[in-house]
């Protein structure tokens, strides 16, 4: 069987054995623009410069700092599939069921969508609510962005993600408990 060559670093001057993958440009993913080997030194160096977030918007930073970031619409079955994987397959249509929510507990119509545009589960409780409600409302509130009106569209998306959960029975019922 025949070895592979080793590659040279792909470092400009460099001659020491290339054996570290690394993306071309931290622009584009390596396995889309192609991939670089580099040695020990000089993928530390590329790495101790490498910005996921170069070049983006703020809207397309925001955007890949979602919650739902990882998720995309499966076209084919039309039914949410994780980007990454899921080997358990919870998110197909062979996976096992999901399991009701507990009487009382996020169980109204639209709570889920609520929870989702203040990146909560259906475990969170009405502190956490709370919590995410005021950082959120902080994050996108035009005081706290220099005067800029254009996230109002997610700030009004978590006022009514916060009206409709509080007057929701599951944030009755743990918010009146001590």
């Not at 589960?121 to 956490?128: E, H, I, N, S, W």
């Not at 709370?130 to 996108?140: I, M, P």
């Not at 800029?148 to 009206?163: C, H, I, M, P, Y």
């Amino acid at each position: 069987m025949e070895q592979a060559q080793p590659q040279v670093c792909a470092w400009p001057g460099c001659d020491a054995c290339g054996e570290f993958r690394a993306p071309r440009s931290n622009k584009v993913p390596g396995n889309v623009g192609g991939w670089q080997f580099l040695c020990l030194e000089h993928v530390r160096a590329f790495n101790a410069g490498y910005n996921f977030f170069d070049g983006m918007s703020v809207d397309e930073i925001h955007a890949a700092q979602s919650p739902m970031a990882g998720w995309v619409q499966d076209m084919v079955r039309g039914k949410p599939a994780f980007t990454i994987g899921d080997p358990h397959e919870l998110f197909t249509a062979s996976g096992p069921a999901k399991p009701r929510p507990a009487p009382g507990r996020w169980a109204a119509p639209g709570d889920a969508k609520a929870l989702n545009a203040l990146g909560l589960d259906r475990d969170a409780t009405p502190a956490d609510v709370r919590r995410a409600y005021r950082g959120l409302v902080r994050r996108y509130h035009p005081d706290s962005n220099g005067g800029d009106r254009s996230l109002e569209g997610k700030l009004q998306a978590v006022v009514n993600a916060f009206t409709h959960l509080k007057s929701a029975a599951g944030y009755k019922m743990e918010s009146n408990q001590t």
